[in-house]
């Protein structure tokens, strides 16, 4: 028996959406043009079923829907894959160990910042006070761990100081938010520089973690931010200025926990030039 008009359109329309869904997972240069003339042949497909029986008409829409969705469901896949990718491609992650992981809550403090809970734990060998990155820079520490979730201080919440070196001379500085009694008007998310020696940054000054023993909380070298405005020069003996984080505190998703590496072994003693040896 030869299947109805109906039941071959079926077949048509599940076959070439299967084709773009396949096209796209491949990162086929051609898919956009599969795409295109799939819009081409969908749209007389439909109005072809429109005169078919309404049984037969709903369970091809809802095929359509099924694939779609799946369609949609492995794209969004595909783009976590490549964030992930681009993390552990970056700067802030080359050379180190670390476990990458998936922001699955947030929340506002009442006292400003922001927290986020990331779907690794201490079953995957996450710790308290480790640090953790995005492709751009820092993003916090982690300051709480239950077996499969880790809750994150994100930089610039209310008790959060970070010591860091400030632009090409390093000089030591910290970064915290904006205090309430602050004389300067900031932007919102934005941080206060407060160099701790006696030294002026300049705009474009790029912000880095100074870095903690084993790493923690805070490795060394990581992009924390980059001068924007340097506060006027009041007679006081250190300068401070306004930093914007290298990450946006509203749009963090992929990102990764450094795993500290502790020194384990003394350091080997180098003599030095011009030594008798």
């Known amino acids: ?8 359109l079926l077949v048509v329309l599940a076959s070439l959406t299967l084709a773009i869904l396949l096209a796209d997972l491949a ?4 898919a956009d043009r599969v795409r295109d003339v799939g819009g081409l042949v969908l749209g007389p497909v439909q109005r072809a079923l429109s005169g078919a029986p309404h049984d037969e008409l709903a369970r091809v829409e809802a095929e359509n829907v099924r694939l779609r969705t799946l369609t ?3 794209q969004h896949r595909l783009d976590e ?6 993390l552990l491609g970056s700067a802030s992650t080359v050379g180190r160990r ?24 201490s079953r995957d060998g996450i710790r308290t006070d480790s640090t953790v990155v995005a492709a751009d820079g820092l993003v ?7 077996p499969w979730t880790s809750d994150v201080q994100v930089l610039g919440s209310a008790d959060s100081v970070v010591a860091v070196r400030v632009g090409p001379a390093g000089a030591l500085g910290t970064v915290s938010a904006p205090a309430p009694g602050d004389s300067e008007s900031r932007p919102r998310g934005s941080l206060r520089l407060e160099l701790v020696v006696p030294s002026a940054p300049v705009v474009g000054d790029l912000v880095r973690t100074l870095g903690s023993i084993d790493d ?5 070298g990581l992009v924390v931010g980059t001068v924007t405005a340097v506060d006027p020069d009041r007679g006081q003996q250190t300068r401070s200025a306004t930093v914007r984080p290298a990450i946006d505190p509203d749009a963090i998703d992929v990102v990764a926990v450094l795993v500290p590496t502790a020194r ?4 080997q003693a180098t003599p030095a030039r011009g030594s008798g040896r």
């Open 72 to 74: 949609a469901d492995q």
């Open 27 to 30: 990162g086929w240069a051609g």
């Open 140 to 146: 916090g520490r982690v300051v709480a761990v239950s």
């Open 216 to 220: 923690t909380p805070y490795a060394a």
């Open 81 to 86: 894959l490549g964030r992930v990718e681009e």
């Open 98 to 121: 670390v476990i990458p992981a998936r922001v699955v809550a947030t929340d506002l403090s009442p006292l400003g910042g922001r927290s986020v809970t990331i779907d690794v734990g």
């Open 1 to 8: 028996m030869q299947p109805s008009a109906p039941r071959r």
């Open 264 to 267: 384990t072994a003394p350091r």
